[in-house]
């Protein structure tokens, strides 16, 4: 597959725990958050996204948590699973959303 | 996936040679999107056009030129491919609206410039 990220930061959880990824976005004024998932040698996934009139949504298995006081969002996967394995993004965008800021990505890897 | 292919999926090409990429969609969204990735830098957005023959640049479009002649196409095209451009190219359209602008991707084209 496809090599998306040689130096990323790295998240090492074991299966059946819970999973915190966590992302600084740039510009204050974004008021549009998603996170995306990619596997190795495809495109990313969109999972969950959040506005910035809330603090909290909940999917199923994850959850998106968005401080704007600090400029953070977190994602929560819960009962993680080796499925899970993947890099993930934050993805930031103004309202209209023509352009989508991507973060570096966080690899997530699951021990079995 | 949203009905999007790349095509080619897989392109070594020498340095000073055109290139074009395609993105081809079957479910007429009027947004789409051409990404460039790579290690270290997520994806960064090059072109996108909102609409026929409608684009405008991203982050990174110096040296890359886009045309959408019709809905379902989204042309990316390296005039003079330099070892710079050796990177992953991800197309994406956007669905949605209201609360929600989600963007799906194709499968991505691996270009690598000798």
């Known amino acids: 597959g496809e090599s998306v990220g040689l130096h990323l930061p790295t998240l090492s959880v074991q299966e059946g725990d819970n999973s915190i990824i966590n992302c600084a976005y740039s510009n204050s004024a974004s008021d549009y958050f998603i996170w995306y998932k990619q596997e190795s040698g495809k495109g990313p996934q969109f999972i969950i996204d959040?506005?910035?009139?809330?603090d909290k949504r909940q999917g199923q298995r994850v959850t998106v948590l968005l401080n704007k006081t600090v400029k953070h969002l977190s994602l929560q996967i819960a009962a993680t699973q080796p499925g899970d394995s993947a890099v993930y993004f934050c993805a930031e965008s103004l309202t209209g959303g023509f352009k989508t800021i991507f973060g570096a990505g966080t690899r997530l890897f699951v021990k079995a | 996936d949203a009905g999007i292919t790349q095509s080619p999926r897989h392109k070594v090409t020498e340095t000073g040679t055109p290139v074009t990429l395609r993105c081809h969609q079957t479910e007429n969204h009027r947004y789409m999107y051409w990404y460039r990735q790579d290690p270290g830098h997520g994806l960064r957005l090059i072109h996108y056009?909102?609409?026929?023959?409608?684009?405008d640049k991203g982050e990174v479009s110096d040296g890359y030129s886009v045309s959408r002649s019709k809905t379902e196409d989204f042309l990316l095209t390296l005039e003079s491919a330099t070892s710079s451009q050796t990177s992953v190219y991800f197309c994406?359209?956007?669905?949605?609206?209201?609360?929600?602008?989600?963007?799906?991707f194709g499968p991505g084209t691996r270009l690598t410039v000798t």
């Open positions: 056009s909102y609409g026929v023959k409608d684009t």
């Open positions: 959040i506005r910035s009139n809330m």
């Open positions: 994406a359209i956007r669905t949605g609206g209201g609360d929600s602008y989600e963007q799906y």
